[in-house]
């Protein structure tokens, strides 16, 4: 059973520049939830999408935004990018319900200049 | 704001030594989760606890939810290097969605 896949691995942006960030969760999964990780932040949740709706959305501003497709696979994007969005994003999928455990992928490297 | 502190936050410990993670609260959580992160790596889930009190084992680390759902402990018996990594608890607020409030992290490094 293929694992949740991030794509690209690693991104270098400039400051005021856009990115999309892709993930493909597991088979059977329809729930997406992205998270950024940072050496001062650690780990903070930005949103979660269930059957296409965002169901649960962090403290992240405006300019981070996201989506999710039919086929559960969803996207992430990071408009006007500033210095501190430089992170490891992270994906991670679940079946939704309960406590279901979550499966995350190797992430997205992003470094903004 | 829910946070979680983990503690200690750096652990460099031989093989064979015991040791245990803190992750306090101040806020109720209804699942503690602990996972395990090693470089260029997702987390990967090791265990969740749902009630006040329990306890769980798995193999050399047993894991363990404070009564009053705000604290969580990893004891891991005779570490071994294939320990090393990135310790994080997470706490889920309610049964429903996956918004989970990460601790600080523990990194811990088991030497020969």
């Known amino acids: 059973k293929a694992g949740v896949t991030q794509t690209p691995r690693y991104l270098i942006k400039t400051r005021g520049q856009q990115v999309t960030l892709s993930c493909s969760p597991i088979s059977g999964h329809r729930s997406v939830s992205w998270y950024q990780q940072t050496p001062g932040q650690g780990l903070q949740f930005l949103f979660e999408y269930f059957s296409e709706t965002q169901r649960n959305k962090g403290n992240f501003p405006g300019r981070f935004s996201g989506r999710q497709f039919s086929n559960s696979r969803s996207e992430m994007n990071v408009s006007t990018l500033e210095l501190g969005d430089s992170a490891l994003y992270l994906c991670a999928s679940s079946l939704g319900g309960g406590y279901s455990p979550l499966h995350f992928g190797n992430g997205t490297r992003l470094t903004v200049t | 704001t829910q946070l979680l502190e983990q503690s200690p936050q750096f652990l460099s410990i031989q093989e064979g030594e015991n040791l245990t993670v803190y992750c306090n609260s101040s806020s109720v959580f209804s699942s503690l989760q602990w996972y395990r992160q090693e470089p260029g790596e997702g987390p990967v889930l090791l265990v969740t606890v749902v009630t006040g009190g329990e306890v769980k084992k798995l193999k050399r680390l047993t894991f363990q939810f404070g009564d009053a759902r705000k604290d969580s402990s990893l004891h891991i018996t005779a570490a071994q290097p294939g320990d090393t990594g990135l310790y994080l608890c997470?706490?889920?607020?309610?049964?429903?969605?996956?918004?989970?409030?990460f601790g600080t992290g523990t990194q811990l490094k088991v030497e020969l």
């Open positions: 997470a706490g889920g607020a309610s049964r429903g969605g996956n918004k989970l409030t």
